[in-house]
């Protein structure tokens, strides 16, 4: 059904003219008669009826105009359910649990009036795809993992380097330490069921270990980060990696012990990516509290990325 002829007929029908119905719509008063005219014929009856006095709706055109407006109303509703920053601006983060979901809750807390969409898609390639065919509105990852290619027209700005130290329990023997240097992980357990064959965070530690002679087991099953961290409490050799600001809480008798790893010091390289022609004025907004907001100290001394994880220039396109 042609809704610029339904529209056409619910101004007639209001002005009660066809004349003052064309003057408000900026049409010829032919064109008013056309239309409606189409519309009748696909309806097979009449809606209107000339008079001396102007237009007057028929029997049909009065069970009809109620539907017309109900028409327009949705389509009014349809067109702004997509209108730029109308809707709730969707991204894709790794986990809930990770340090950019935290500062993704700091932008709701500084900027309420925002809608926000929080998705966690499984991996770098995936959501780099939801980016490009605009089912999420951007991601954030590090980049770009080996065999993952940036589309045309996908930008990336790094967010954050999130230094990694070392998540112990109280009977760890590095547990009391300072710090620590990779080099002295060597030999010692470090658990990560979590990882995910595939995943940029798990190229990253495969990288990592492969640097560094470590051992990570990524043994399950993977019951998630409470029980993670129940295990790691109650045990004198299991460790993982964790950033200082990973949104995690755990119970105060537990003693759990964040410990830096330095020289040198492994850093996770966040960034944030996102379609270069994509509308939404929140992304704009969130692009700008990341860039103004977020600034965490860089740890001391010499820092380690893989060799995989190029740093692109601000608002530039990352290697293809």
């Not at 270990?209 to 993977?222: H, K, Q, S």
């Amino acid at each position: 059904m042609d809704l610029n002829a339904v529209r056409t007929f619910v101004a007639v029908a209001g002005a009660g003219q066809f004349q003052k119905a064309a003057v408000d719509l900026s049409l010829t008063q032919q064109a008013v008669s056309k239309r409606v005219a189409a519309l009748e014929r696909e309806l097979g009856v009449r809606l209107l009826t000339r008079t001396p006095r102007g237009a007057e709706l028929t029997i049909d055109g009065q069970a009809f105009l109620g539907h017309a407006r109900s028409l327009l109303q949705a389509e009014e509703r349809a067109r702004a359910s997509v209108r730029p920053g109308s809707r709730a601006l969707r991204v894709d983060v790794v986990g809930r649990r990770v340090s950019l979901a935290g500062v993704l809750r700091d932008f709701h807390r500084a900027h309420p009036e925002i809608a926000l969409d929080v998705v966690t898609l499984l991996g770098a390639e995936e959501a780099v795809a939801a980016v490009r065919d605009g089912t999420i509105d951007a991601t954030f990852r590090a980049v770009t993992m080996p065999g993952l290619v940036i589309p045309e027209g996908v930008e990336i700005t790094p967010v954050h380097d999130e230094p990694l130290h070392l998540f112990t329990g109280p009977a760890h023997p590095f547990a009391g330490a300072a710090a620590i240097t990779l080099a002295e992980l060597a030999g010692h357990r470090i658990w990560m069921p979590g990882n995910v064959p595939g995943t940029e965070w798990t190229a990253y530690y495969e990288a990592l270990a492969a640097d560094f002679g470590l051992t990570i087991e990524t043994t399950g099953p993977n019951f998630g980060v409470e029980a993670l961290i129940d295990t790691i409490a109650a045990s004198s050799t299991l460790t993982t990696f964790l950033g200082p600001q990973t949104p995690i809480v755990w119970p105060a008798g537990y003693d759990m012990r964040l410990v830096p790893l330095r020289d040198p010091a492994p850093v996770y390289p966040h960034s944030i990516l996102w379609r270069a022609d994509n509308p939404h004025p929140a992304l704009t907004t969130l692009r700008e509290y990341l860039t103004n907001s977020v600034h965490h100290d860089p740890p001391d001394g010499e820092t380690w990325t893989p060799s995989w994880a190029r740093r692109p220039t601000n608002g530039a396109s990352g290697p293809r």
